[in-house]
């Protein structure tokens, strides 16, 4: 009897732990799927009811073209900002683990102090930053300013990953008279695909997601990424619950798809380093 329930216990801990999280996002979906826009106050996950006009009204009514166009604003900045982070990390991260050179630790302890910062914060000076550059009100500007946030992280993510490289890999390939360039092309970045999975994704999820430095830094609509756009559902009076559910539902479908096409890669990233020998 003990024995039976030593096994049962575990799994009903995760039952319990898998309907709380799995609750909330199957109601959004209810609300998205139901036909009445406003919120719906049955506990039941499940809708009496299931329609697409939620969705069918995010591209229809001259509402669609402007959906559409806030996604792939949102796919623009969000791919320029994984982009130059992973190449900017990448580098940098190599240079931290490998070389020993005059302000090195300063350097990473300054990158670390970065993050004490939240974005909020940083908001003032790197609005007057980007309007003395020209680069108000641009996807150019939003994606430099993402990166700010995004390469301290990646960098000391990717360094700390370099780290458990054996360096008697590199030391053959110089006796084979390979380059740096080689070595850190050839060797170094193949190894390091686990640890680059988790930064591009980080990368992706900070540049797709964040809605307070976009809304200030862009006044176009036509510029909008995702969750600015979403935002319009919400009024002071009066919110469309349903579209908005369906809208975040769609805004989530590029995040989860990433997922699932890195989860091996993730599981190697998160758990590198955390064993020896």
Known sequence: MNTLWRKFLPHFILMIASTVAIYPVAWVLKIALSPVGGMDSDPNPIPSE??????????????????????????????????????????????FSRLRFPGREVGLMGLMLTQIFPGVVMMVPLYIILDNLGLLNSHVGLALVYCTTAIPFCTWTLK???DTVPRELEEAAVMDGASRWVIFSQIVLPLAKP?????????FMTAWNEFVLAATLLNDERLFTLPVAL????????TDWGTFAAGA?????????????????????????????
């Open 50 to 95: 299931v329609t697409l006009s939620h969705f069918l009204s995010l591209t229809s009514q001259g509402e669609g073209a402007s959906f559409g166009i806030q996604f792939m604003n949102s796919i623009l900045v969000a791919g320029a900002t994984t982009a130059i982070s992973i190449l900017v990390s990448c580098s940098a991260a190599y240079g």
């Open 160 to 162: 700390g990953y370099l």
């Open 195 to 203: 640890a680059i999975a988790v930064t591009a994704l980080f990368s």
């Open 231 to 238: 935002q319009r559902y919400v009024g002071e009076y009066q």
């Open 249 to 277: 539902i769609v805004t989530s479908l590029p995040v989860m798809a990433l997922f699932y096409a890195l989860q091996k890669n993730l599981v190697g990233g998160l758990t590198a380093g955390a064993v020896k020998g």
